[in-house]
């Protein structure tokens, strides 16, 4: 099992600029998340989904659109970048089996200019 | 609103010494919750977990958490601190995909 992953590793995008980060998981798990990482806040919530087919905003969802048509796949969208959407994304996954325990990519980290 | 509140943005040890980290949560009903551990450039690596049961929880690298229903909290010990645990800590709480981050402790370890 490769686990969660996610492409790119290291992003620049100029304001404006539009991009997709993508994420997989590769062990049938429902549930899958998103969050961005910036200095002194901790990780914040932007999207989740508990299934193909449904997501729900979290805590940050502004600027962020997602959709989940596989069980595998929940790729997060930046439409118009702005430099306030610069910090590390992670995607995360779980299931009801170890309840709660969510599994964590390796991140990317996105620079705004 | 849920909360998880980390009241000590930095802390600084020395190697063998005693290792307490503090965490405080708010929900209308007790959340799962999660130690989480960051070393610098890196992904987030899960400590340990607190779902129900026994209070006091064991997890991995030699840390421990005890769960106080009572005052609200789940804190992170270890007894005796290595160098190598010089990384940033995360207590988070909440359920399936939904978590919520405490800001964060850096935790600096003396030789």
């Known amino acids: 099992n490769a686990g969660v992953t996610q492409t790119p590793k290291f992003q620049v995008l100029k304001t404006g600029q539009s991009m997709t980060l993508q994420c997989a998981q590769d062990?049938?798990?429902?549930?899958m998340s998103w969050y961005r990482q910036d200095p002194g806040m901790g990780l914040r919530l932007i999207h989740y989904?508990?299934?193909?087919?449904?997501?729900d905003q979290g805590e940050v969802p502004n600027g962020y659109n997602v959709s989940r048509s596989t069980t595998e796949d929940f790729p997060l969208r930046l439409l118009s970048a702005a430099p306030s959407q610069t910090s590390v994304y992670f995607c995360?996954?779980?299931?009801?089996?170890?309840?709660?325990?969510?599994?964590f990519g390796p991140g990317t980290r996105l620079l705004v200019l | 609103a849920q909360s998880v509140t980390q009241p000590d943005i930095h802390i600084t040890v020395s190697e063998g010494a005693s290792l307490e980290l503090r965490c405080n949560y708010s929900?209308?009903?007790?959340?799962?919750l999660f130690w989480y551990v960051q070393s610098p450039g890196q992904g987030l690596q899960l400590l340990l977990k607190?779902?129900?049961?026994?209070?006091l929880v064991q997890g991995i690298k030699g840390f421990e958490a005890e769960f106080k229903r009572s005052q609200s909290s789940f804190n992170l010990r270890k007894p005796s601190v290595h160098w190598s645990d010089a990384a940033e800590y995360f207590c988070?709480?909440?359920?399936?995909?939904?978590?919520?981050f405490g800001k964060g402790t850096l935790l600096t370890v003396n030789p």
């Open positions: 988070a709480g909440g359920w399936l995909s939904k978590l919520t």
């Open positions: 607190y779902f129900s049961g026994d209070t």
């Open positions: 995360a996954s779980s299931y009801e089996g170890k309840v709660g325990t969510q599994y």
């Open positions: 989904s508990v299934g193909a087919g449904i997501t």
């Open positions: 929900y209308g009903a007790t959340p799962y």
């Open positions: 062990m049938n798990h429902e549930y």
